[in-house]
């Protein structure tokens, strides 16, 4: 064990710092599960403790990758042998609760669900959701920005967060820890960090924004002919349900199809001979009205052809069931196995477009083997794609990821709408972002981070 | 005519180059009404041509203030001999509008107002709303993060903006003209952007996000009888019309009694012997519904002995009466001459305690000729306090600046809600900031703007 490593264990006690099996046996990567291969794991138990870390290792010149959840899927918390990973997983207390100020105070690693349960006790919610809630935690939602199924009413990770607490690369501790909505007070710091996927800090606790919890929850699986179709009734449900529309997912065909037949784990909502179907969810506070406004947008979009069938869920199971048909990410893992998955966001008005292209180039290169499933947050201009060309090689890979991300480029598009770059699509993201983007993203981690230690080589080069 | 000036000249033409009485005449301050002291205001019409400024600037070490519509409060756009100003006034169009994508991308020039009422001509609104919205520009919104009266409902302006063109001081374009909600390729530079009050880079184009429009409002003036109840109805507000709250501005008497008392412009409303006063105000699709609802609200605060008397708005003319009460900043200029006006937030539960004890130090050290009007964004943490002593010199303002600032520290207030800091607050951001929060912000000005040439002074000394 060597010299650094003494000295933090130190600082963190013996039961902070894991090595061997206890590193390896953890996976970094929620897809391809592949072993953790740094040199130890430091877990601090307060930002005092971490501060210290960091002052070493910055005397140390000792790279750092932050952990959270482990839910990642961009390959942003790989760490290589001589490399430390630095976890939050032993500082994960919910600090205080304001339920006038609407503010929740916490630690880092907290996961996401335990913070949605402590705003459901009293009464309240913290918006933010995703599939993950379980595992990942607030640190981690907030150094990827994360996304999920609320952003069109909520936003993302970004909007939730009032106050933050970091560490930077050279130990010093900025506590940000503000709690008020308005607060313009000099440079906005923590904007910074979020998203930044540990690159210019490690996020120790944060001040989470709170809103009132909605109780009526109304959701409907629905049919939908065609991509005008479905742009129109995103249009008709923003504008009809335009203060309580809460998710407006889409699924293609491929996707609904593959869900309902692949398994027997789904029953089919409805039958599986549409372009497009659509998950609509409002969000409210009297059961009774909401439902009846609800039923009303869904009358008026049949009888407008906007969609064909639907839906109505009428119990939190059948809720479940018709969320499950877009969460279940296994089944899609199973049958498309090798896949390539993919988080893309471009202008609605162009998906169709894109998908109809991209689609025609996959089956052109690999006409046997090309399977394309295709869904999202479309009221984001959010899609999931996920591929198979039943070859798991880097080249065939690569060939894949060129028609995905070189077919944005035409409309503005992102090359990760809410999973972040890690190294997956480092080297991808001239595709997104300029040239002076790119220099400005440098010339910051630069002044954040100037021996580049925190999560060496993710996001940029 | 110095030879800089003259090859600014050759750049943007004579028409964009104001010198002499055409600067002097302008007033570089809302409140003070002080006099543009720049050698020159250089207005590019493209972001080419401020390039080209930029670098000839940049060369020559001649700092920059940029000028938009005007309304700041805090002397951010205060410039000196040895400044040039430039404005984007000639800047001002509307180049693109998405109604399905809803967005609409803008010149920094344009005024709100001027964009509020395109995003009203396709039933769409653009979401920020403040007083000064027919002169203030999105350019000096985006640059002080503006506010304004529907944060609670839609977020600051930084909520508002999606993508961003930005002119470094070097000359470099930095183009992040994002049109999607979700965009997590690399770190989010806008964010650095906004509320730095033009000290990092000169806005050029943005843009902005668009909501669905909500032709029914419901606005209400109430009167409350104490601090208790006063959260009480917002707690009650905040959950019982939980996605339909647009304002929930509150009053204390000293505000009301003033302006209903020291002029014939406002019909009373109510009885001016309520403690507390409340503008609470709903947006929605339904009119008759949200009527329905927004009157069972104000019935049940009524029963909760929360509000005591109510005024409901039934027609757009008492809508706009109830407004002006809140929006005459003008009145309370002319009654509280010389006036000290602040703009400060701080935890809720605290306003109370907070604003009681500052009154009995004002009224300590000045009884005979102290004033006190306090009113503000109360959902959002944020008060307005204008407070005179009959005294408009320098040694006054300082000593009522180091009671209303001084009182915030231990509450964690901010000094700014939502005016920036400019000269004006600069030398209290210590108050509301730590050392490694000012380093930081220092480092990050210094990495942006190495030369110092933008806004010199403001913000950061």
Request: charged share 20%.
């Amino acid at each position: 064990m060597d010299t650094l490593i003494n000295s933090l264990t130190d600082i963190v006690g013996k039961t902070g710092v894991l090595l061997g099996d206890d590193v390896a046996q953890r996976s970094v990567d929620w897809f391809t599960k592949a072993s953790c291969q740094a040199k130890a794991i430091i877990r601090p138990q307060s930002t005092e403790q971490l501060s210290q870390v960091m002052t070493l290792c910055y005397e140390a010149n000792q790279p750092v990758v932050t952990h959270g959840g482990l839910t990642g899927v961009v390959h942003g918390a790989v760490a290589s042998p001589d490399e430390l990973v630095v976890s939050l997983e032993l500082m994960n207390q919910i600090e205080h609760i304001d339920a006038v100020g609407s503010t929740m105070q916490v630690q880092a690693g907290v996961t996401l669900q335990h913070v949605q349960e402590a705003a459901q006790e009293i009464d309240m919610q913290f918006a933010l959701d995703l599939g993950a809630r379980g595992s990942c935690t607030i640190g981690g939602n907030i150094a990827t920005n994360a996304g999920g199924i609320r952003v069109i009413r909520y936003g993302m990770m970004r909007q939730q967060v009032l106050g933050l607490e970091v560490v930077l690369s050279d130990g010093t501790v900025v506590s940000s820890m503000n709690t008020m909505l308005k607060n313009n007070a000099g440079y906005d710091l923590k904007q910074m960090f979020m998203g930044s996927e540990g690159t210019l800090g490690i996020v120790t606790r944060a001040v989470l924004r709170l809103h009132p919890n909605m109780p009526s929850e109304q959701t409907a699986f629905v049919a939908v002919p065609s991509f005008d179709a479905l742009t129109s009734l995103l249009k008709m449900a923003s504008k009809e349900l335009a203060n309580s529309l809460s998710a407006f997912e889409a699924l293609w065909n491929n996707h609904y199809a593959l869900m309902t037949s692949a398994t027997t784990k789904h029953t089919a909502l409805l039958a599986n001979n549409s372009l497009f179907y659509a998950i609509i969810e409002t969000l409210g506070s009297d059961d009774e009205k909401d439902a009846e406004a609800f039923a009303s947008v869904l009358e008026k979009a049949l009888e407008a052809e906007l969609i064909t069938d639907a839906v109505l869920a009428s119990s939190s199971s059948q809720r479940e069931g018709i969320w499950a048909v877009r969460e279940d990410i296994e089944t899609l893992v199973h049958a498309l196995d090798p896949m390539f998955s993919y988080d893309i966001s471009l202008p609605i008005t162009h998906m169709d477009e894109y998908v109809t292209a991209l689609e025609s180039k996959l089956k052109a290169q690999w006409p046997e083997t090309c399977e394309l499933v295709v869904f999202g947050h479309l009221g984001d201009g959010n899609l999931h794609i996920i591929v198979t060309v039943r070859d798991a090689s880097q080249d065939a890979r690569r060939q894949v990821e060129e028609l995905v991300y070189g077919s944005l480029v035409k409309y503005n598009g992102s090359i990760s709408a809410e999973h972040g770059v890690g190294l997956e699509k480092r080297d991808y993201l001239t595709l997104s972002r300029s040239p002076e983007e790119i220099a400005l993203m440098k010339r910051l981690k630069q002044a954040m981070d100037p021996k580049g230690l925190l999560n060496p080589g993710k996001i940029l080069a």
